[in-house]
Each structure stands twice: as C-alpha cells, then as structure tokens.
C-alpha cells in the first residue's frame, strides 16, 4: 500500500467529480519526474522484499485459530520497539520497517535499509525475514503469531474467525455478508477505498471460486452457509439472484482478496531503459512464480479447485461498472475495459529492438488525450502508452485536504493512479525529492510459510533478473499467451498438470551461452581459478546494473513468425531446461552464479536455495498448496465434503506453526535439513 496520508476521504460521488483533476495533475507530476530524472543515469543494484503476515490467535480450549484485529496497537507497539533498537545502535539501517496493511489483522515488513549488489547480501535475507519475523513474534500476546500464510481458511464463515468477535451485520462500507466492519485497516483510507469501489461499480464485487468437488460434496453446491433471505443492504438480493454461483465459494468483499498476503520484490535499476527493460523480461516470468508458490487453496471455510490467491484478489477490488465490463453499451462510461485494476500486465513497455510490436496483442484501452499529451512531451509511444492506459481509472479515494498540490514537489495524483494499478509487474519512476533510482516491482509471488523459502523465491528472482541482463536473454512471448499462462497458473496443481507457454530461444543471435555443466558449476569454486570464469574471463564481485545491450544485427537477420518463437512447456522444462539449447531458468541461473567470485560457504548456501526450487519444481517436494490440501483431506475429521471446520483448521495452522519453527518434520514439503534459526 502506498503511504497512507491523513485527511478526510470523500465519498465516491464527490470523489468522481475530482476525478479528471487527479488524472491531469497527476500526469504533470510525472512529467515533472521524467523531465528532472529522464536521463538518471549509473544506479547501482539496491533491492528489498516486502512480506505480509496475519495475526493469528489460537484459543487453545476452545481449538479456534482466529484472526487478531490489533493491528493498530501493534504496529504502535512495533514502531516504539523498532524506534528504541535504532537508538540503541545509534542508526536505523538496519533496523525493519512494520508498514499497515489492507485487513486489520495484518503487518507487512521490510527490511531496514534495501539490500545492495553484495554478494554477502543474499545470505543476509533469510536472517533479515527471520529477524523481522522473531521481532514481531515477541512482541504480540501470547498465543498471537504472526503467519505468512497466503489466505485464511476460515475468514468469512459463520461464528467466530476474528479475536473479538465482530458481526458482518455492521459491515457499512462492504455491504458483505460475510466480513464484518472490523475486517478493514480502520484508517480512513480504507473503508473509502472498500465503500468506493462498490459504489462505482454500482454493485458488491462477486468473487466465485470454482470449488473443488470431493467424493461426499453435494451437487449442485448450493452453499447453506451463504445468508440467502438477509435484507439488510441494498445488495443482500444479489446473492440470491445470481451472483452467488452455484458449485463455486461465493465472496462479496474487498477483504478476501486484499486481506491474502504476498511477497513482492523491488528492484532498482541502473537507468529508466534498464528498467524498462526488467519489467518486459520478467512479464512473462510473474505466472511461472504464481504457480511455483502457489500456498492458497482453501476459502470461506471450503477447499477450492485452485491453489492461488490471484483471481480472488483481482475480483475483489473490480471497480468496473457494467458498461465497462461490457454488460451494457458505453453510456456514461469512457471505455470498455477487459480487466480489473488488479491484474496482469497488459502491455510491454520497453523499446529494446527484441520487442516486437507483435507481442503486445491484447486490447488495452488508453486516454487518448493523456497519450498525446505524453506524446507532445517527446515520451516515447511505448511508454505512452503504459501510462495513459493506467490512468483510463479513476482515482478511489480522494483526500479533501489534498486536492490541490505543488506539481513540482509532489506526486500524490500521480501515485493515486498507479498505486491503485495491481499489476504483476510494477514500474516504480523515482519519488520526488528521494535519492531513489527507477525501479522495477515482481508482485505474483504468494508468501511462503517460512523464511527459508521466501528467501529462496527472493534470491531466485534476484539472480535471475541478474541472469537476464548479463546473459542479454529474450522472452518475449505475446502478452495473450501471459495471460493464458496466468489462467493455468492457478489451477489445482498447476506446477503438475499444466503446460506453459514459454519462449523457444532465449538468446540474442549470435550468442555464445554454454550451459554449465552440473558437475562444473557444483564444484565451480574448486576447479579452475577461483576469480576466473569462462574464458579466462575474471568473476565479478557483486551483482551489478548497467549492463551492455545486445547489439542488433544488421543485415541478413530475419525474423521468425512470431507463432514459431514460443511452445507449450511443463514448468519443469522451462525451469530445467529443455534439449541443448535451452538451459532453463535455473540453469540460466546457474550459469549466472558461475560468473560470481563467491566462496564455497556462500555458494553452497545459494545452491541450498535454488535447490528448494529445483524440489519443489521436480515434486520431490509440495507446495504449500498442495501440502495444505492433503493435510486437509487427511484430517480425520474430514468428511471429504469440501469443508473446512474450526478444528480442522486449527490443526493445520498449529501444524504450520511447528512447521516454521522446525518443531515438526515436513520432509515433503521442505529439506531434510531445514531448521529454523529463531
Ligand atoms: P510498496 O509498498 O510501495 O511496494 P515498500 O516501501 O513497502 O513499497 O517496499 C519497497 C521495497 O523496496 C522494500 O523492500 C525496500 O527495502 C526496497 N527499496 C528501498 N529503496 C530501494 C531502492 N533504492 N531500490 C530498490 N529497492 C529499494
Ligand atoms: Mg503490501
Ligand atoms: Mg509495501
Ligand atoms: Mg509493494
């Protein structure tokens, strides 16, 4: 979330009316950016992780696991601990940050000062997760911990699933049936947001959940937990007539989506092309990392047919009203607009010459007058065109307080649009009056139970970003084929069941890529020279910006069509290679790593994390997912209904518990060897 400014949020029908005014100044503070910040230059790798906890609370006699509503006073409680350690120490780098989140029982942490290119960074990580974990942990009640877990099984049942109590009757700003009030972050940025978004679709958001059907489900579904005949809201019919789907979870409030949590990394990079250049590159890799650390398979108390958070979260902040979803012919509104604001890319943004405009093949409406306007300001129509397509949305919450800004000094408008874009990938431009470079956001990744695999999923994206640019690597594929992919990802089991659409040649022409040998790069540190890579040439100390582009051929190249460039892969040959020319992302990685000067300490602890997802790739260890699933279906308390009790989810998340804390073995899910060092 972005920061969270005090004032007083107006209600959406005096917000719309600001709406053009937030669009056309927040354009001008971004060219104020681009004017001052265009040709920024030489920016060293700093990089950072964000995790997202829930506050669990168990009541050990009554065997509830509940979700705690203290997030107010423990973020107050975090802030005087996190300030009196930097007092101590007489800095603040290294102490983390505890930033608010969506729903009130949720914390998000990042660490104390980003991480830098060092190589001796990537083995802080997972001790800076830990020590970010173990810091809230302490100071929460007893019996309270924070979780990394991607949903909460039971948020939204009948009874009890919050600590208080709190009845979904007083929802005001939702309208659910389900979530109460004290579900949202009560800072009033969010319930305006949550109040807003309904009253601009003009309706409650409807998420269905295709649910996954067991030997003893009833069918069709109708769910009996579903508060049918309540006339209470204006929308408590629409349940009843249809929204509500039949053999699908049925959720009506921005809290399921926006209360899951994620890990998201952020990356700086040496200049504007270079991060324009990232952001492509890693488009097509954000559905690839859905379904590796897919960890979310069970909703409102069921098991649903997919394993991941994406869907329900895009579903439940969709502010589309029926004429913009294609419902009804365009009256009032601008556009016809395909997806909701939170979703995947939709357009490709870099002018590097591997771009063809072949790839960016789906419709993505954009404000014509905000392009020309872009346009008049010499912004290249790629880019353009990526910016007047975020900014066709209104702005949601709108502060009265802050209507008015200095442009040059502010980029409040402009963040309202973009912050409000959820997409896979994030283009970061830098903050005004900030030392801070432009910068690159992954978002799809769901969080991981443990630290050990959040660092795991962080270093990989890392070193694979590293890995692209050193290497030049190409992955252009159409960005329909994204979004296909991006559908797969999802599905039950998807690492295993599916097959992905993944470029063929990765490599600009003429490359001279070897891949590694496996023997060679385990033992790279004792062979040859140490400091010397392929070709005598020397290893690099640190992970770096600013690499070389692939020069474009000239005469005599000739480009397949683009249909012949990509194919249907399972994620185990996309991740380890498929054939001699293609290596896979691991083995790209691989090969990246060989070109670093680590010590054999430091490379082994890397190879420990790549190995995670070698496993979990190759199935010789589960996803959380699929992990929770079993656990589920072999409770035995379960009636292989598709429900999931109180008790049965109290164990499954006093089981994760001792799972995270290396008190309970796991070796189908995590290494042998894990332990937690907390
Ligand atoms: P948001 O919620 O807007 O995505 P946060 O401030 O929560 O952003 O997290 C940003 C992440 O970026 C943190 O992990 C932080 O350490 C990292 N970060 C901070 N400064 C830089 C920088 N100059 N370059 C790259 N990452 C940075
Ligand atoms: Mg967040
Ligand atoms: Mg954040
Ligand atoms: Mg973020």
Request: one cysteine or more; aromatic letters at 10%; proline letters at 7%.
């Amino acid at each position: 979330m972005g920061l969270l400014a005090l004032g007083t949020p107006l209600p959406w029908d005096e917000a719309k009316r600001y709406a053009e005014h937030v669009r056309t100044h927040g354009i001008t503070q971004f060219l104020h950016i681009w004017d001052r910040l265009k040709d920024r230059c030489g920016d060293e790798l700093m990089w950072g992780d964000e995790i997202e906890y829930m506050v669990i609370k168990f009541d050990n006699e009554g065997r509830n696991a509940k979700l705690s509503l203290r997030q107010t006073e423990i973020l107050e409680k975090l802030k005087t601990i996190t300030n009196d350690i930097a007092s101590d120490r007489g800095e603040t780098d290294s102490v983390p940050t505890f930033h608010p989140e969506y729903g009130r029982f949720m914390l998000e942490s990042t660490p104390g000062a980003p991480y830098t290119g060092a190589l001796a960074d990537l083995l802080s990580v997972e001790s800076d997760m830990r020590y970010r974990r173990n810091l809230a942990r302490k100071y929460l009640k007893p019996n309270e911990i924070p979780f990394t877990l991607t949903s909460f099984p039971r948020l939204g049942v009948p009874g009890v699933f919050t600590e208080p109590y709190c009845d979904p009757r007083d929802a005001v700003s939702s309208h659910s049936l389900f979530l109460p009030e004290e579900i949202t972050n009560p800072h009033a940025r969010f319930p305006t947001l949550t109040a807003n978004i309904r009253r601009r679709r003009g309706s409650k958001v409807a998420i269905n959940l295709p649910l996954f059907i067991d030997e003893n489900t009833p069918r069709p579904f109708i769910d009996p937990t579903i508060p049918w005949d309540r006339n209470l809201y204006a929308e408590d019919h629409e349940a009843r007539d249809g929204a509500a789907l039949p053999d699908h979870i049925y959720m009506d409030a921005m809290g399921f989506g926006m209360g899951c949590c994620c890990l998201q990394i952020t990356f700086q990079a040496c200049n504007v092309t270079e991060a324009r250049r990232l952001y492509d590159a890693l488009v097509p890799v954000a559905p690839l990392m859905l379904a590796l650390t897919a960890a979310s398979p069970l909703w409102r108390g069921y098991i649903a047919d997919v394993d991941c958070r994406w869907d329900v979260v895009s579903a439940s902040v969709d502010d589309r009203t029926d004429e913009e979803r294609g419902l009804k012919p365009l009256n009032e509104n601008r556009f016809r607009i395909p997806k909701s604001r939170y979703a995947s890319v939709s357009l490709y943004i870099s002018e590097h010459w591997f771009n063809r405009p072949e790839y960016n093949d789906i419709y993505a409406p954009h404000d014509e007058a905000i392009y020309e306007r872009l346009r008049g300001h010499d912004i290249d129509s790629l880019l353009s065109k990526h910016i007047s397509h975020l900014f066709i949305r209104d702005p949601l919450v709108v502060f009265s307080e802050t209507i008015d800004q200095d442009d040059t000094n502010s980029n409040d408008h402009f963040e309202n649009i973009q912050s409000t874009n959820w997409q896979t990938l994030r283009f970061k431009p830098p903050p005004v009056n900030s030392p801070i470079g432009w910068r690159v956001e992954f978002r799809s990744m769901e969080v991981q139970i443990t630290d050990f695999e959040n660092a795991a999923f962080a270093l990989f994206v890392v070193l694979l970003s590293r890995a692209i640019l050193n290497f030049n690597l190409n992955f252009y594929i159409p960005i329909s084929k994204v979004d296909e992919n991006m559908a797969r990802a999802q599905r039950r089991d998807a690492l295993h069941t599916q097959r992905f659409f993944f470029r063929k040649d990765v490599f600009p022409p003429g490359s001279t890529f070897t891949t590694p040998t496996p023997t060679a790069s385990a033992a790279s540190s004792g062979t040859s020279s140490p400091v010397e890579g392929a070709n005598g040439v020397p290893k690099e100390k640190k992970l770096r910006n600013c690499y070389p582009d692939a020069p474009k051929p000239e005469n005599g190249f000739r480009r397949a069509p683009v249909e012949e460039e990509y194919e249907e892969m399972t994620l185990e040959e996309i991740m380890n290679g498929k054939g001699d020319a293609f290596p896979g992302l691991l083995g790209l990685v691989v090969a990246y790593l060989d070109t670093l000067d680590f010590d054999e300490t430091t490379r082994l602890r890397i190879e420990g994390y790549l190995d995670l997802i070698r496993r979990r790739t190759n199935g010789s260890l589960k996803t959380a997912a699929t992990w929770i699933r079993e656990f589920v279906r072999s409770h035995p308390e379960y009636k292989f209904d598709s429900v999931v009790s109180q008790e049965i989810n109290y164990d499954l998340v006093v089981a994760l518990d001792e799972i995270e804390r290396g008190i309970r073995k796991a070796e189908d899910f995590l290494p042998a060897g894990y332990r937690s060092k907390s």
